[in-house]
Structures are given as C-alpha cells and as structure tokens.
C-alpha cells in the first residue's frame, strides 16, 4: 500500500471533495436511498455545500483528507454536534473512503486524527448517525468500539433517513483495534 498523508481541507478541495462524496455515497446508498435523492444530490449540489462549509466553518470543525499518490482517496469531518441526541459529544459528521482503496486502514486513519481533534476541544467523546440499513459502517464504528446510543430521523435536504447514533465514550486511543 502507498503511503497515506493526511491533510485539512481547504476551499480550493471543494471539487474534489464533492466528486468523492458523490461517489462513495451513491455506491453506500444504491439499495437504501430513494431514487429523487440521486438525482438532487448529484455532484453540484455537493460543490455547493462544501465551498459553503470550507468559507464559513462551523464550532470546532476540522475537515481532513486523505490522499495516496497525490489522489483524494478519503475524507472525514468532525466537530461541534449538530443534534442534542450526540449528549454532548463532538460529532464525526462524515467519513467516506474510495471503494477501490477500502480495507487498507484509511478509515481508521481518518477517524483517529479526527477523534484526536475533538479529544483537543475536551469533547467527552465522539458521536456520529448511520443509515439504518447500512451494515458495513455499522460493523466497521462496532469493529472500533462504538456503541448504539439512540436513533434520530435526519430531515435531510431530500431524504429523511432513519439513523441509528453510534458513540465511544472515549477519545483516547481511538480507533481501538478489533
């Protein structure tokens, strides 16, 4: 395997970002999302949302990428929690990996230095929602020692998805190896 870097994202990876987004998320949800969903949340939509996010950053974010020979191959975000269900927790609000490099530790990576980061703004812990139906992530946030700590509808721009919360009620040395 290449070496991975890691790196914060700026407004400039905005692109790249929405192309791996897209990609990785319509791969995820081909059997769970609606249809309209992969029409309206389509690479220009998710342009959009991510110049947003990168110019006007929310409480504690950090938005790190992952690259492999000069080549985005994932990304993660993590900061303040968006909903009371986190019980105060930082959230880990994304965390996608290229199909064609999963397996490798990427998304054990990732999600370290971004638990690491909340560890740093004395967040209790780390919190994020699944897809219900979503298996593989499941097991990969059990694999690493999450726990279920409750359910939460998410209103979505087009698909209110039915989520299960999933936290670790430590920071240190997480991602615990399964």
Same mark, same amino acid.
């Given at each position: ?50 110049? @947003? ?5 929310? &409480?504690?974010?950090?938005? %790190?990428? #992952?690259?492999?020979?000069? +080549?985005? !191959? ?43 980061h ?13 897809? @219900? ?5 499941? &097991?990969?946030?059990?694999? %690493?020692g #999450?726990?279920?700590?409750? +359910?939460? !509808? ?15 009620d ?9």
């Amino acid at each position: 395997m290449a070496e991975i870097a890691l790196r914060s994202a700026d407004v400039a990876d905005a692109a790249a970002i929405a192309r791996l987004h897209v990609a990785v998320w319509r791969q995820t949800y081909r059997d769970l999302a609606p249809r309209e969903a992969f029409t309206a949340l389509d690479e220009r939509y998710r342009l959009e949302k991510w110049r @947003e996010k990168l110019s006007r950053p929310q &409480a504690d974010q950090l938005v %790190l990428l #992952a690259e492999q020979e000069n +080549r985005l !191959v994932g990304m993660g975000a993590a900061g303040a929690p968006s909903d009371d269900a986190f019980g105060g927790r930082g959230e880990i609000k994304f965390l996608y990996v290229d199909q064609a490099v999963k397996r490798q530790g990427i998304g054990r990576h990732l999600l370290r230095h971004l638990a690491m980061h909340l560890a740093e703004r004395r967040y209790p812990g780390a919190a994020l929602s699944v897809v @219900e139906g979503n298996r593989a992530a499941a &097991a990969f946030y059990q694999a %690493l020692g #999450a726990r279920v700590i409750g +359910r939460q !509808v998410d209103p979505g721009p087009i698909w209110r998805s039915h989520n299960i919360i999933m936290a670790w009620d430590a920071l240190d040395g997480l991602p615990r190896q399964p």
